[in-house]
């Protein structure tokens, strides 16, 4: 038995390096600084680790020649999910750009929703670090901020010694829309943090109207979706008067149409205010490899993680290259789905033969074609995986010896095998 | 394997060498003399062409977040040039920010066997080293950026000696795995986090009490003293500002003699002469930099057409965003370590400033005059994307090709520019110093950049034309490290290349108080900081080679 610490995480997307574990052979027991979504995570006991073919237990081999096999008879394959490491990208988009792969990361639905903004207009940004340390305002929209990051609050608000507050001074918390549902954002000595809610989908408007009152612009109304237009004008004030304010949203939190133009606003809001003062946006998101697969897919072929290969070149489009979409209209004849990180982040269920490189674990309604069970980076190979704010990549590490392959190396067998 | 060059004619400046024909011998992946030959197993007749070593870019944006920020943002730019997989290379697209692989492809294309990427955070050190894993063919290197991180700031306000500085320097080079260290408007970028939107040499960062001018001497000396061949690597204050030649001439002034390389010095010598109070400084900052012989530049030249700007430098760059083509940018604070700024820009022959600039950059090309101090950049992407090399060489070789292209700029701007009573045009040779063998020199690497005996076998081979522009753009042979990488400017064989650090040596007692400052501060922990070598090195392709430092290799 052995005791691991400093342990970072691919699964919470704020890149926790803190975890301390024990390794028993092939079980982890986490000791201390777990979350509800690393301690699960971390604690999973390996399931298969045999591949299977049409529910038979095969030798890898056998298992990758029929994988290749269906993708050499596709005429138009999507690779879905996209859930694993940057070595695992790196050879899933090789294997793509041989094969003329659909590329579509399970997420991008909701990466989407920043990712138009950000193509549309840009943003103002910052990283945990600066949070941290420079945070003297945190204005939370639609987001319950601690059911999508456990241990935000902990880690980057709640400091000892943030640099850069003055002494005994902490950071002003406000949430605009969802209320938190646990306890996480009130503060050590007991301030709670305000609330202005709204219903999800009235949150294009509030913002708007924030956005209005922070330029100045004059507003007609006393309330705005039940909200007093004298709370949104406070909250307007603080932003403005907040030597380094946050505002932070979660992509997938905000769920109702065109919430790409809401995350629009609040951009465009950030820019307004750092005309005199400063303050920036910070997009929550980075779990499961979301991030990995959009950073990596940029740099191999210059677009974000929803593109296809089918020409002979890549092509993006946020919307045409929707693996769901396709599947629905039946423009693909074979699947390959690939995540490392859940055992529960099952294949869509279709009638396109499919092929799943997932962690071992993972139980099908329907029986796949091709099923090769594969380590997760972090726990059974080493690795790297980009964190929420997309600067930072985190070292994961190699905890047990499992037997399992990696993506990457099950990947590559098939795209030699093509 | 032996090839035998035969018979090119042959410009290696390093060795003195100045088109002389002369047979070259690679035997696997060096140049050997004649006498180690025994039999050739391949011979390649270079009577009539033109040899020199591998190019070399030392400041070309082609590694870490800002730049796939740069990628993401553009995907119009991206569509327009789609560059589809063959038998041999993968696919990607091209235009101002090409994917990793096409990046590899195009430079080798054009005759270059190495690039260094010039602004790795460290924080972002990891991505970086990802990135320039995914290049192809190239060897690859980074110059860390130091100078805005507030763990640096804080022993500077605390007046920690040298020694306490030197160990933090060579820390951070072993940790993020450079080779040269960076300063990006110094303290600027720190600066603006507590809302600084003005930084000059002699002012104070408000918060640290410190000035650019104290940065800039502390870390020079830093370099010095810990044996860095590559000088301290200068993004200077007040880019792009008109008037900002002064703050230019006085780095030079105040550094004291220390060596000091000023990058994209095109963006820091304006005037403000003229009605358009904006004005030319090449002539002033080229006799700066001809009268100190301590001092380094590239150009930073600007080429007309659409690009973008990505810096670490997020002070300057957000008050240039309202100049945003087309309007989206971004800007970003990072980790208590740096920043950076996207800023899409259109250069424009009929915008005076643009023109301006564009003859800016080729007064200065063409008033220094010792071309051992003086490299051809674009800052690729800022002024122009890479791919506008060898135009830029035939603006520098062929004046009356110069002047009809001046004649065709903003009116205005002609009449500001004495570039049209300039005579000079660049020699094959001065080419071949300021891409070859004075690049290898600056960055400091061992046997590269040359064609002697011992060198590494990276050699490009060009059919002389007039057009320069058309030699250059397609040579006829690259080897990288011996093997043949592109015949007649197409990639036929695909290799990888290492990347060059330097480790020099730290007291390792300064990581009790790093690695507290990590654990209260930061968001990761200084072992998960710090980049192992087999980060590098377990794919399988890509190597680590250590450049020595004058205090010997750690």
Known sequence: ?418 | MIIKLTGGMVYDPANNVNGKALDIYIKNDRIVSKQEVTQVDQEIDLRGKIVMAGAIDIHTHVGGGKNNIARILLPEDHRSDPVAATELTRSGTGRALPSSYVTGYRYAEMGYTSVFEPAVLPVNARQAHMEMGDIPILDKGGYVLMGSDDYFLQMMTAKKDQQAINDYVAWTLNATKGIGVKVVNPGGINAFKFNQRQLDLDENNQFYNVTPRDILSVLAIAVKELGISHPLHVHGCNLGVPGNKDTTLSTIEGIGGLSMHLTHIQFHSYGVEGDFKFSSGATEIAEAINKNKNITVDVGQVMFGQTITASGDSMKQHANHKHASPNKWVCMDIECDAGCGLVPFKYRDQNFVNALQWAIGLETFLLVEDPWRIFLTTDHPNGAPFTSYPHLIRLLMDRSFRNDMLKTIHPEAQKMTTLDTIDREYSLQEIAIMTRAGAAKLVGLENRGHLGVGAWADITVYTPDDNREKMFEKPDYVFKDGELVVRDGEIVHIKWGTTHIVTPEFDSGIEKDLAKYFSRHMTMKMGNFKISNDEITEDGRNTLTVQPTQRGIL
Request: some cysteine.
């Open chain 1, 1 to 418: 038995m052995t005791t691991k610490t400093e342990v970072p995480s691919p699964f919470c997307g704020i890149g926790t390096d803190d975890l301390v574990l024990n390794v028993d052979g092939k079980s982890i027991n986490v000791l201390a600084n777990g979350c509800a979504i690393n301690t699960p995570a971390f604690e999973q006991a390996i399931g298969d680790i045999v591949p299977r073919v049409n529910g038979k237990e095969v030798a890898i081999e056998d298992a990758v020649a029929q994988a290749a096999d269906i993708l050499k008879t596709s005429h138009q394959t999507l690779i879905g999910g996209c859930a694993t490491d940057v070595n695992g990208m790196r050879a899933l988009v090789s294997l793509a750009d041989h094969n003329g792969a659909v590329v579509d990361n399970i997420a991008f639905n909701t990466t989407r929703r920043n990712i138009l903004a950000l193509q549309d207009s840009g943003w103002m940004t910052t990283t945990l670090a600066e949070v941290k340390n420079r945070c003297d305002l945190l204005v939370v929209i639609g987001t319950d901020l601690e059911e999508v990051s456990p241990r935000f609050f902990e880690h980057f608000i709640w400091n000892e010694s943030p640099m850069f507050l003055e002494a005994g001074a902490q950071c002003k918390v406000i949430y605009l829309g969802k209320e938190p549902s646990g306890q996480s954002a009130v503060s050590p000595a007991g301030v709670r943090p305000q609330v202005l809610p709204c219903a999800d989908e009235d949150l294009p408007e509030v913002v708007a109207v924030l956005r209005a009152l922070v330029k100045g612009n004059n507003i007609s109304h006393y309330e705005v979706d039940g909200l007093a237009l004298t709370d949104l004008q406070a909250l307007a004030g603080q932003l403005k008067g907040a030597v380094y304010g946050v505002v932070t949203w979660s992509a997938g939190s905000l769920d109702f149409p065109h919430a790409e133009l809401t995350v629009q606003v609040i951009c465009e809001l950030v820019k307004d205010l750092n005309g005199k003062t400063r303050c920036s946006g910070l997009p929550l998101g980075g779990s499961d490899g979301d991030q990995t697969a959009n950073q990596v897919t940029a740099w191999l072929t210059g677009y974000p993680a929803r593109l296809s290969f089918a020409k002979g070149f890549p092509e993006y489009d946020p919307y045409l290259y929707d693996g769901q979409l396709l599947l629905e209209n039946k423009e693909v004849d074979a699947l390959l789905w690939v995540h490392d990180f859940n055992s529960k982040a099952l294949p869509p269920e279709g009638v396109v033969p499919t092929i799943v490189i997932g962690r071992s674990g993972m139980h099908f309604e329907k029986e796949p074609a091709v099923f090769i069970p594969v380590g997760t980076p972090g726990i059974d190979h080493c690795g790297h995986a980009f964190r929420m704010d997309g600067i930072v990549a985190i070292r994961l590490q190699k905890l047990r010896e499992s037997g399992l392959p990696s993506t990457a190396e099950v990947l590559t067998l098939i795209d030699q095998a093509l």
